[in-house]
């Protein structure tokens, strides 16, 4: 499978992104381990209180809002993006997405309804929070793009390159997926992220930049820690040695329920430590499989963490 990768700083979708990941709360336990901290929904809560009202909270009817970003031609323009979704119609957006529906993605009900509200939502998402965020931009997201975007045109690997930069996502063979537009995310950090959309895959990668890269280093080594701290995670990983399973074959080798499987991919996610294989199907939970590059990763850390 081949594909090209665009990659873009795009504050227009961590925006939108950093809403709906608002609007559609992360279950406890994957809060505690992000990045920006657990206590950000908590802050977030008290700023919008009538956002956490809305019968939209806590469901996926505002999340289409993220392929209208990606569809928008200026990533790095919020106030234009702003203008230009206020003004589409509910007919401008089934037009604009139509080649990307399938029975994986479907518009909302009562989408003129609904969108004139994510309008609103959005103005006030960016004016009283996220345009505080600016400076991390300006200072940091830009200049790791920028890196990033020279790293892939010298290799031009994109199935390795999209594996190495997000820390385990890989295209399933078969999608025929064409293209894949990637950005960075501040907000679910140290964990990535994708959709499919047809030919075009949405992927971001983490980036934290609430760190010094010195405290970032000492943050994957302590994941690292917590993932090999329960036995059961590191049958999982020799389990996943051998090549990669369905969430379902992980679930009968420990023979235990959906909701201990998913705590212990959290915890290896947050890790680094395997390889998830997007399918496509938002019911399914993918394949996955161990990392190759995790004991000399972990070596690495170790060696540059003990050095006197």
Known sequence: MTFSIKISASPVHELVFSFCLFMKPLADKMKKELDIGSGWYDDRQRQFPHMVEDEGHGSVQYEYATLLAWLYPD???IEGFLGWFSALTAGDIYLLTEPYMNDKFTLPKDLSRLHAKAAGYLQEWHQHYFHSLMGYYESQVNADVQKRIEAYEEGKDSEAYLEAVTGGLVMEPGLGIKEVKLF????????????VYGELAIACYPLNVWKSP????????????KALADERRIHILRYLADGKKSFGDIASMLGTTKGTIHHHLLFLKAARMVRLYETGDRNSYGYYETRPIIADKLHALLSRSTRV
Do not use: D, Y
Not at 189 to 194: A, C, G, L, R, V
Not at 214 to 225: D, F, H, R
């Open 75 to 77: 990533q790095n323009h």
């Open 184 to 195: 960075p995310t501040i907000h679910l950090s140290p964990f990535f992220t994708s959709q």
């Open 214 to 225: 010195e405290e970032q280093e000492t943050a994957l080594l302590v994941n690292m820690g």
